[in-house]
């Protein structure tokens, strides 16, 4: 079968198999003459397209890297509009984020120059690149899930000595986000306090604590008695949120 990408390669081979790298990894190894992919329909869309078909996305990797057919889905056939739309979004989104972070001169990774890359070369991509690229939508969501939910909420200050002070009082229940990047796998319950500070409370998929969370977040509010409060920097952003020890924490239903 004849995808609808045409790849034609160029340099010399790299290895075939290769992890999913999520966003916050850094490439590491030694410097490699780059190996190009050529593709007549620009492979994030086609990326887009296989996800909606639930295709795995290692099987999407060997897909983009070797021109394989995947599980009898029509790659002359899958990708619609709404993915070139899907993608044309997701690069942009990316784009005008590192640009951002260029003009507040935050840092930029490795990941980060990658991503650019793939930004400013959408039909012609380092093969180095494709794990990246597969991860990309799952990336965009959990971004605009996390810039939804801080939207309209202060960032917790953070304590200037090493004091972690008590917590005591009601709190609103404002979403609940999955998060799934490398070997974790969590689900975060934020929780809105009196002082417009987001609470984040942190529970692996498939703990039994996410179902009687799941249960105090149909109530809507609980009071809160905690011993001792952290606050934790939400990660690529200028943001902070506070979170209890489970340990020293007791919840009522408010």
Known sequence: MKAVMTARQHGKSVMQTQAIIDEWDTIIGKPKEPVYLEFNTPPLALVC?????????SEIVAALGQDYAVNKVDLTTVVKDKHHQQSNEILQYFAKKHTMRRIKGEWVSK????VDDLCENRRKINKEYIPILVTLPRIYEQNRSIERVIKGHKSAPKSNDLSFPPMEGEVEFVERLHFKVKSSNEYHYFWRTPNNYLMRIVVKKGHYGSEA?????????????????????IKGYDFNVLQTSPEHTKVKIA
């Open 49 to 57: 397209a296989l996800i909606e078909e639930n295709i795995q996305l």
């Open 111 to 114: 990941y980060m120059l990658a």
């Open 213 to 233: 969370w799941d249960l105090l977040a149909e109530h809507g509010k609980i009071h809160i008695s905690a011993d001792v409060t952290y606050t934790y920097n």
